[in-house]
């Protein structure tokens, strides 16, 4: 499989901030950890992999912008190109010594969502994506899951901890999904969640209350294998309303419409 010199550059760096973060992994007693808010830590280990990530990603690519998870929003003198960063989506787990982590890189051309790459070091997995030429994991190409029945079908979601709030609407969403489904998984990660979508692994996710650096790239993923993804009024506001629905298309049309039985 011959990569495009963008997907490169995003994939050297993602092994990059990955060796740093496999080295911090096997020392996270040592971590020095803060809160940013209730159930919310970050540590030197996301910042340190963020910091790989600007250097690297700056150096290959000039004046592009970036947003990223710890360091918010640089506007560089190239607006027209954007960087979504997320240097360690799934910190609880990190910090938790689960091995269910990942860096997730994206690109955004004039707005649009043009190349994604997620890696797993633990499991040295990684997943690359880019508008148009399908998705791979390693060097294997990647396509949804052919399952278009609820009942047979493993989805994937997230709950809110602790200050995130939407607990009962939360627990409305998984009552309702439960019961129609074969299985519900939380992975904690929600990079992986898209990207185990786009591999097949489950039938669809989602999630309310996320950022864009934890999507960007699990967007261009699932589409790239053959999945849909929108937000939950089946709409392209997945940014703006953090709310995200990924599946193949009976899956995701499925569950759009089990989403909203609570009426809310
Ligand atoms: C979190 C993970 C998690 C999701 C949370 C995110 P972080 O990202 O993606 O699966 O449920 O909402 O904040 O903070 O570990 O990068
Ligand atoms: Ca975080
Ligand atoms: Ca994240
Ligand atoms: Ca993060």
Redesign the pocket.
Known sequence: MARSALINVMVQTAMKAGRSLSRDFGEVQNLQVSLKGPG??VSQA?RKAEEIIYNELSRARPGYSFLM?EGGSVEGDDPQHRWIV?P???????LHGIPV?AISIALERQGQLVAGVIYNPAMDELYTAERGGGAFLNDRRLRVAARSKLSDAVIGT????LG?GHHGNALLDLRNVMGETAGIR??????L?LAYVAAGRMDGFW?D???P??MAAGIVMVREAGGFVTDRDGGGKIFETGKVVAGNEAIHRSLLKTLAKQGR
């Not at 939380?186 to 990079?191: C, E, I, M, P, Q």
């Open positions: 919310d830590y996301d998870e997320d360690l989506d799934g910190t609880t787990n990190f982590f997230g709950i809110p901890h995130r939380r992975l904690g990660s929600a990079a969640d999630e209350t996320l950022a650096w934890d």
